[in-house]
């Protein structure tokens, strides 16, 4: 069974620092969210997300970009597992 950190160990584990402010801030965090930043956009201008959306398009209006990647994500996977 997978163990998960304490927060404690995951503070020693990741390096996590403070800011100026006393906050602390995550190394790990920071590049995940760049990376999903990046991944983002790369499935955004991607042929097959533009014809997601264009199928989809008044479901789709008020949602945010986030949004829109992880549920044509999440649609992409369920029909690759049937």
């Known amino acids: 069974m997978a163990q998960f950190p304490t927060s404690s160990n995951y503070a020693h584990q ?3 620092k403070s800011d100026a ?6 190394p790990q965090l920071s590049a995940n969210t760049q ?3 990046n991944l983002k956009y790369v499935i ?4 097959g997300f ?3 959306q ?3 398009n008044a479901q789709l209006q008020s949602l945010r ?5 992880q549920m044509y994500l999440r ?8």
């Open 65 to 69: 970009l986030d949004q829109q990647v």
């Open 50 to 52: 533009q014809r997601w």
């Open 14 to 16: 990741h390096d996590i």
């Open 75 to 82: 649609e992409t996977l369920e029909t690759l597992a049937y």
């Open 35 to 37: 990376f999903w930043h």
């Open 54 to 56: 264009l199928e989809c």
């Open 21 to 26: 402010s006393g906050e602390r801030i995550d």
């Open 44 to 47: 955004s201008a991607s042929s």
